[in-house]
């Protein structure tokens, strides 16, 4: 069975500081993985996968299946920044989202 | 990316009772997916729905408490039935739009219930 683990429930950084989110994960096939955010009051929306390789919102996110992980960064972090974010794994078949426990960020001015 | 609505958007509902929450989609897709987040906890897949089968459930949920319809592409329905107050969630359904260039999940904006 897969899972997903986000160690931290709460990073406080000040704006300007980088910011990295941890998500390790298990499974034993080949996983597509992603980054979900939820800003106050607004729905959960896609962030980035890991099979684009692109950059959001300053945000990139390296697949690193020696390590079992996906962690999220952003060298310079804004207020608007702040929210939760989720990392979701979908296994090969099923196209089912196994989700982390999210990671609420927070960013001082 | 395909947009998708719910109703009701909250909900106080009876100890014993049962709510049905509908989603609709603006374009015809495949894949409609159930979620539930309880209060402080991550998502958690409810069942898959496709259109013309019978719902596919996860381990720990049941068709009886949970039934689920999906009459088309467009539209399906979750019933949370015989509601305890363990029932307070916020439920969300979800689409995988095929037709994206990068396909992916896309959620709705959630139903808010909460059981007295």
């Known amino acids: 069975a897969q899972r997903v683990t986000q160690p931290e429930k709460l990073l406080s950084v000040f704006k300007g500081a980088p910011v990295e989110l941890k998500c390790n994960y298990s499974?034993?096939?080949?996983?597509?993985l992603f980054w979900y955010v939820q800003y106050s009051r607004q729905r959960l929306q896609l962030l980035l996968r890991?099979?684009s390789r692109e950059s959001i919102k300053g945000f990139t996110a390296d697949l690193n299946k020696g390590e079992t992980s996906f962690h999220l960064k952003k060298p310079f972090a804004q207020e608007e920044d702040s929210a939760m974010y989720y990392c979701?794994?979908?296994?090969?078949?099923?196209?089912?989202?196994?989700f982390g426990g999210g990671t609420r960020v927070l960013v001082k001015p | 990316s395909a947009v998708i609505s719910q109703k009701p958007s909250r909900d106080i509902c009876q100890r014993g009772t049962s709510l049905t929450i509908q989603c609709q989609v603006d374009?015809?897709?495949?894949?409609m997916f159930w979620y539930r987040q309880q209060p402080g906890q991550s998502l958690t897949l409810i069942a898959t729905?496709?259109?013309?089968?019978?719902?596919?459930?996860e381990s720990g949920f049941v068709i009886d408490k949970f039934p689920i319809s999906r009459p088309n592409l467009t539209f399906s329905t979750l019933t949370v039935s015989n509601m305890s107050p363990e029932d307070s969630s916020i439920y969300l359904c979800?689409?995988?739009?095929?037709?994206?260039?990068?396909?992916?999940?896309?959620f709705g904006p959630g139903t808010r219930l909460t059981v007295l």
């Open positions: 979800s689409v995988e739009d095929k037709g994206a260039r990068n396909p992916s999940q896309f």
């Open positions: 499974y034993s096939g080949s996983p597509e």
């Open positions: 890991h099979i």
């Open positions: 979701a794994l979908n296994a090969a078949a099923g196209n089912k989202l196994t």
């Open positions: 374009s015809q897709v495949t894949m």
């Open positions: 729905a496709n259109q013309g089968s019978e719902a596919t459930y």
